[in-house]
């Protein structure tokens, strides 16, 4: 029920920033939790961060902590992860998610959690 698109990937090298944004289109988006995974070659899909629907809290796997941030703008219908301090490791295509139901009390953290995918955007980060 909601379509996702991301952008703002690309190369950058260690050490740097990138910004990618998730468009949605619904009239209910402000009501889905929204959340980014990433999926790196050989690898299966992980969970990078999430935001409530409400944008109250927030989650992050511990290896991005202190370095990305989620957040999201309703008037714009988007949410965004900055990506800050950039490491190899962060190599993989980024996915925007959102949840499968409205108004979810707590966090969703799970693949089966969301029930909307974007098709992806590259992130690589150069040594």
């Known amino acids: 029920q909601v379509q996702l698109v991301e952008s703002g990937g690309g190369l950058v090298q260690a050490g740097g920033s990138l910004r990618l944004s998730c468009a949605a289109s619904?009239?209910?988006?402000?009501?889905?939790?929204m959340g980014w995974f990433r999926q790196a070659p050989g690898k299966e899909r992980e969970f990078v961060a999430a935001?409530?629907?409400?944008?109250?809290?927030?989650y992050y796997t511990d290896s991005v902590k202190g370095r990305f941030t989620i957040s999201r703008d309703n008037a714009k219908n988007t949410v965004y992860l900055q990506m800050n301090s950039l490491k190899p490791e962060d190599t993989a295509v980024y996915y925007c998610?959102?949840?499968?139901?409205?108004?979810?009390?707590?966090?969703?953290?799970?693949?089966?959690?969301?029930?909307?995918w974007g098709q992806g955007t590259q992130v690589t980060v150069s040594s």
């Open positions: 998610a959102a949840d499968s139901r409205r108004l979810r009390v707590g966090i969703p953290i799970y693949q089966t959690d969301f029930g909307s």
């Open positions: 619904g009239r209910s988006f402000s009501t889905y939790a």
């Open positions: 935001i409530s629907w409400s944008g109250g809290s927030t």
